[in-house]
């Protein structure tokens, strides 16, 4: 059965940061692209940062350069570091899969979803 259960959400400061993990059935993992997506109230859920099988990175502009994707070598898990967090980041992340080879970062293109964790950005 394919699952994922995100954890490590909270509320911070702006400024700080948080690490995102994602905890994958195996079949989740291997699946060739996995990604990070956040849904704020009233907006639509968009994409943050994917992965491919091969490990290439895609993120979305608003998050280059304070974001890393990344998978655990040991472990099957997808992460998320999250540095210099603004308070436009608050939202629901959510961890999703897709089985395909083209890893896109919209969340329409992924059929496989976490429940979501919670970050908390304020002033």
């Known amino acids: 059965q394919v699952q994922l259960v995100e954890s490590g959400g909270g509320s911070v400061q702006a400024g700080e940061s948080l690490r995102l993990s994602c905890a994958a059935s195996?079949?989740?993992?291997?699946?060739?692209?996995m990604g990070w997506f956040r849904q704020a109230p009233g907006k639509e859920r968009e994409g943050v940062a994917t992965?491919?099988?091969?490990?290439?990175?895609t993120y979305v502009d608003s998050v280059k350069g304070r974001f890393s994707i990344s998978k655990g070598i040991a472990k099957v898990t997808l992460e998320l570091q999250m540095d210099t967090l603004k308070v436009e980041d608050t939202a629901m992340y959510y961890c999703?899969?897709?089985?395909?080879?083209?890893?896109?970062?919209?969340?329409?293109?992924?059929?496989?979803w976490g429940q979501g964790t919670q970050v908390t950005v304020s002033t």
């Open positions: 992965i491919d099988s091969r490990g290439n990175p």
């Open positions: 999703a899969a897709r089985f395909s080879t083209s890893c896109g970062i919209t969340a329409i293109q992924y059929n496989i």
């Open positions: 195996k079949s989740s993992y291997s699946s060739g692209c």
